[in-house]
């Protein structure tokens, strides 16, 4: 059965530090999609980014940057120079097919970030 | 990108009525949406899949009869918590794919929904 774990419940740190949220995953499907999404303390989710399973190249955004290892099973977030306002609550999520073609998402569990001044 | 909204965005009832939370999509045709359910500090759990023109498909453990999904068009579901509890109060939230983007889901802005 798909699986997403997010092992670091909470995360603090110090403005302008690095930090790095990790996402483990389990499939048997040879195509899937990876995603991260951001929920501020508003609750609505935000939308960072989707990696397919066969593109395993790393992506820098700006801060943010992500390190997919199929090797391994991850699908790590890092975020460079961290701000007050990165504080929230990260979500990392693996789709799984449903009939009629859709995919249903299965969430981990959350990190939660809080960045200090 | 395509936008999907909830309404209400908070509502607070009595234990025993039934509230009703809409989910639109407001750019593009949504075939298929989905229900999920977030409790305090929690990840977000998929109650149902909601197809348009038929009936919903519902996450292992939630009670069809409890938690009512109507997707009568394209751009409309609705989740009706019926005879809420105060353990229903939760935050709910919908998501939405865009045509062509089987992959690509829009979530909702969620609604707060308390039981006294």
């Known amino acids: 059965a798909q699986k997403v774990t997010q092992a670091q419940t909470e995360i603090s740190v110090v403005e302008k530090e690095d930090v790095t949220l990790d996402c483990v995953y389990e499939t048997r499907d040879t195509t899937y999609y990876l995603f991260w999404y951001k929920q501020p303390p508003s609750g609505e989710l935000v939308f960072l980014i989707r990696r397919n399973s066969f593109d395993e190249q790393n992506e820098i955004s700006g801060r943010y940057s992500w390190n997919f290892q199929k090797s391994t099973s991850s699908f790590n977030f890092t975020i460079t120079a961290s701000q007050v306002v990165d504080s929230a609550v990260y979500f990392c999520?693996?789709?799984?097919?449903?009939?009629?073609?859709?995919?249903?998402?299965?969430f981990g569990a959350g990190t939660r970030l809080a960045v200090h001044p | 990108g395509a936008v999907v909204s909830q309404h209400p965005s908070r509502v607070i009832c009595k234990s025993g009525t039934s509230v009703k939370i809409e989910c639109r999509s407001l750019d593009f045709q949504a075939t298929t949406m989905f229900w999920y359910r977030q409790f305090p500090k929690q990840s977000l759990m998929l109650m149902a899949t909601s197809n348009e023109g038929s009936k919903a498909t519902y996450e292992q453990g939630v009670e069809k009869d409890k938690f009512l999904i109507n997707h009568a068009s394209l751009t409309l579901s609705t989740l009706t918590v019926t005879s809420a509890h105060p353990e229903d109060s939760s935050f709910y939230i919908c998501s939405a794919f865009g045509q062509g983007a089987s992959y690509e889901q829009y979530f909702g802005p969620g609604t707060r929904l308390t039981v006294t």
């Open positions: 999520a693996l789709s799984e097919p449903v009939s009629g073609g859709y995919n249903k998402l299965i």
